[in-house]
């Protein structure tokens, strides 16, 4: 059972443009839903994180939108960079756990 | 740069070997985790742990082991590898006491069962 559904898997964006990421889970008790970058050969490392009190927050370029009711979140990446190409995966976590997304490969091209 | 180290980076062993992935954090942290990831991304929790001589089963069954002897060493055993156990294993670890927050990967081990 994937606790934390993450779309798409794959997703090709002009530089300059939009990157949406979608995620969504199903156990109410997850208190904190951070997105990670992976890039190749490097372990994760945390981008942006939300707790489910507020509704968005914006670092830079980086912005998660969350939807308590829903229970979905989102990562927005605006004018994307070439730089911004990794593996980009949501998590959500309890006191007990970090469970991660299925994880969304992201290309910029030029 | 997070504090937190595995080894070996890469690692080739013949079935039935016995191995242990080494995890080692020095800021102190409490919880520790050991991920799974396929060779395509998804990262499976396999063992977390929330403090000394605490240890948990995640969510993906595995056939290793870890222990928890002291707070900054969080080392995963496979008794007898397979060829099914190649896969890269990240270990990450967070602080915060019951507050959930940042974790921190090391750079993984890429293990390949010959």
């Known amino acids: 059972q994937q606790q934390v559904k993450q779309s798409p898997q794959s997703l090709i964006v002009q530089k300059g443009g939009i990157s949406i990421i979608n995620c969504a889970y199903e156990n109410t008790a997850f208190d904190y839903f951070p997105w990670y970058q992976q890039f190749p050969g490097k372990g994760p490392a945390l981008l942006i994180a939300i707790r489910p009190d507020v509704s968005e927050k914006k670092e830079g370029r980086f912005t998660i939108s969350f939807n308590k009711s829903a229970k979905q979140f989102s990562l927005h990446i605006m004018d994307s960079q070439p730089g911004d190409s990794a593996t980009y995966f949501c998590a959500a976590s309890n006191p007990d756990k970090l469970i991660f997304g299925t994880g969304t490969r992201l290309q910029v091209f030029p | 740069e997070a504090d937190i180290y595995q080894t070996p980076r890469y690692l080739v062993i013949g079935t039935g070997k016995k191995i242990t992935l080494e995890c080692s954090q020095t800021?102190?942290?409490?919880?520790m985790y050991w991920y799974q990831q396929d060779p395509g991304m998804e990262l499976h929790l396999i063992h977390y742990?929330?403090?000394?001589?605490?240890?948990e089963k995640g969510d993906l069954s595995s056939e290793s082991t870890v222990s928890r002897i002291r707070t900054e060493h969080f080392p995963l055993t496979l008794e007898s590898a397979r060829p099914s156990h190649t896969s890269q294993y990240l270990c990450a670890s967070s602080g915060g006491g019951t507050l959930n927050t940042e974790a921190f990967f090391g750079q993984g081990t890429r293990l390949t069962v010959v």
């Open positions: 742990s929330y403090g000394v001589n605490s240890t």
């Open positions: 800021m102190g942290h409490d919880k």
